[in-house]
């Protein structure tokens, strides 16, 4: 079993849909837990960042930890067909040495 | 500023060879990591450096090394290059340690091993 679990996709959503986004870990030494962004053929770019439990909110994106749970999420509201592009979770411990641990991505597809 | 520069982006080898990838990190960024990506494995780290040291590796084999320079700038080499290691290579550098998640990533080099 991976650390990390995300479903892979692809997503297909009209423009202006509520998405929901999600992944589930088993490690519960996690305490930073990030939502990249990659575009076909580019690096992913750091979207969300979240310390421990609570939610976050950053324009149309809302991340939110459920630590007791064990389960990550990001929502976009009103998504655009730029939203489209593959969203990885990605989620490590506190220590100097932990690694951080991506999920394996899901496949978002926004269509007009 | 300056983002994250791979290079080279894209190159083709053929089993056996060996290949070295260049990345320079964002100015004053001291933290460079490295990870595989390919599409049924996501984003695989490969190892940290930081301040020239290695810090973290991942569970790849000896084949796979890097370094990092004084001017934090580093290469990863892949020797005895399998058809398994075609992949995109990401480099991602970022102020702190690795762990704090907020990583800058370059464009990628993508290796096709023929």
């Known amino acids: 079993q991976k650390e990390v679990e995300q479903d892979p996709g692809p997503l297909s959503v009209p423009e202006g849909a509520i998405v929901s986004l999600n992944c589930t870990y088993s490690?519960?030494?996690?305490?930073?837990f990030m939502w990249y962004r990659q575009y076909s053929r580019k690096g992913p770019e750091l979207l969300m960042y979240t310390y421990s439990s609570g939610n976050k909110e950053d324009g149309r994106f809302t991340a939110q930890v459920d630590k007791s749970s064990k389960y990550i999420s990001l929502f976009i509201r009103d998504s655009q067909p730029s939203d489209s592009a593959t969203y990885l979770c990605a989620m490590s411990g506190a220590g100097n040495t932990d690694k951080l641990i991506f999920g394996t991505g899901t496949r978002l597809q926004v269509f007009p | 500023k300056a983002g994250v520069t791979q290079t080279p982006r894209y190159l083709i080898k053929t089993r056996g060879q060996q290949v070295t990838l260049s990345c320079s990190p964002i100015?004053?960024?001291?933290?460079v990591s490295w990870y595989q990506q390919t599409p049924g494995q996501g984003l695989q780290f490969l190892f940290e450096y930081f301040s020239e040291t290695q810090r973290n590796k991942g569970n790849f084999p000896g084949r796979f090394s890097g370094r990092q320079f004084s001017n934090s700038r580093s290469e990863m080499n892949v020797s005895t290059l399998e058809l398994g290691d075609s992949a995109l290579y990401l480099c991602?550098?970022?102020?702190?340690?690795?762990?704090?998640?907020?990583?800058?990533f370059g464009e990628g080099s993508r290796l096709t091993v023929l």
């Open positions: 991602a550098s970022s102020l702190d340690r690795v762990s704090t998640g907020e990583l800058f």
């Open positions: 100015s004053g960024h001291r933290s």
């Open positions: 490690n519960s030494a996690f305490q930073y």
